[in-house]
Every structure is written in C-alpha cells, then in structure tokens.
C-alpha cells in the first residue's frame, strides 16, 4: 500500500522559509514522476512543482525562483524548499505522485501538511 506522509509545514512570517518532505512508503521515489501541490481556500489546486520525464523539473511560474524541489532516494523522501515566502503562498500543501511517469494522472496523494505566511 502506498503512502506519502508530509510534514514540515508551519507558520512564518513573509520573507521566511520552510523545507516541506514527504516520505513514502510502498513506493520507490527512484526516477518516478512526483510533485507538489497546493490549494488555498476557495481556490483551485495547483501544481507548484514536480519532477517529470527524466528527472526534468518544473515550477509554477509563481514559484520560480523562490521554491526548489528536490529528492532523496536513500530516504525515499521528496522534498520542497521555500524561500523568500509571501502571503499569498499560504495553502495546504500535498506531494503527489504517478505510477508511472508516462501516465497523465497522479494516483498517490499525501494528507497535506498546512502552511500560513503572514504579513
């Protein structure tokens, strides 16, 4: 059984940073597609960033240079660094990730873990 459980969420005031993880389980991160999402509320979900083909990474164009993903494959851990953070960043934020990368669709979610940045 799969499972994504992420942590490292919080509040900070803008400016700050946070490190998200998610560590999965029945699942080897490896060279798979996975990514992180975010939704605030009454908004819709949004990619911020993942790790597509060949290990290409991608970022929401609100993110670009502020946010980084990254991955550990001996602790199966995915990871998001967020600097230089600002209000409108605040969501609950979950990884994701496809069975396979050649597949539209992310089947894996993690619970989400909560982040709120003040002004």
């Known amino acids: 059984q799969v499972q994504l459980v992420e942590s490292g969420g919080g509040s900070v005031q803008a400016g700050g940073s946070l490190t998200l993880s998610c560590a999965a389980s029945?699942?080897?991160?490896?060279?798979?597609?996975m990514g992180w999402f975010r939704q605030a509320p009454g908004k819709e979900r949004e990619g911020v960033a993942g790790f597509g083909l060949d290990g290409k990474t991608t970022y929401a164009d609100s993110v670009k240079g502020r946010f980084t993903i990254s991955k550990d494959n001996a602790k199966n851990t995915l990871y998001l660094q967020m600097n230089s953070l600002k209000p409108e960043d605040t969501a609950m934020y979950y990884c994701?990730?496809?069975?396979?990368?050649?597949?539209?669709?992310?089947?894996?979610w993690g619970q989400g873990t909560q982040v709120t940045v003040s002004s």
């Open positions: 994701a990730a496809k069975q396979h990368c050649l597949f539209r669709d992310y089947i894996y």
């Open positions: 029945g699942y080897t991160i490896g060279t798979k597609c």
